[in-house]
């Protein structure tokens, strides 16, 4: 099982191996149980999506992380991946726009911040 460093590290560098525009790496550790880090990136079109999604399902598959969830991949418009401490978001732009998740989450932190 990898680390979270090499996890994060994997994540991005096949995002950017398919030119997913826009990589966020979201520290969620101490807003939520649900995973320590969401990796938030976009394509420019559903097979983009989908060819961002599938190169990092391949490369963690390669490093030998086996155990994880897939959600979303037959509509390419918000493809979730879900590496237990690690949550990919591989959105198409408008879907990125529209959910905004980096403004919810950083409201939700600083909400968190002033308790």
């Known amino acids: 099982m990898l680390d979270l460093e090499n996890k994060l590290s994997i994540i991005t ?3 950017e191996d398919k030119k997913g525009i826009d990589i966020k790496l979201l520290n969620i ?19 983009q ?15 030998g992380e086996l155990e994880f969830s897939k ?3 037959q509509s390419g418009r918000w493809i979730l991946l879900d590496f237990n401490d690690v949550i990919v978001h ?10 905004n998740l980096e403004r919810l989450w950083s ?3 600083e909400r968190n911040n002033l308790n």
């Open 90 to 99: 591989v959105f198409h732009k408008e879907e990125r726009e529209f959910y």
């Open 71 to 73: 959600e979303g991949y």
């Open 13 to 15: 560098k096949a995002c």
């Open 107 to 109: 409201d939700e932190g």
């Open 49 to 63: 999506v989908m060819a961002i999604a599938d190169e990092v399902e391949s490369k963690m598959i390669e490093a």
């Open 29 to 47: 550790s101490k807003l939520t149980s649900i995973a320590d880090y969401f990796v938030i990136v976009s394509g420019n079109s559903s097979t």
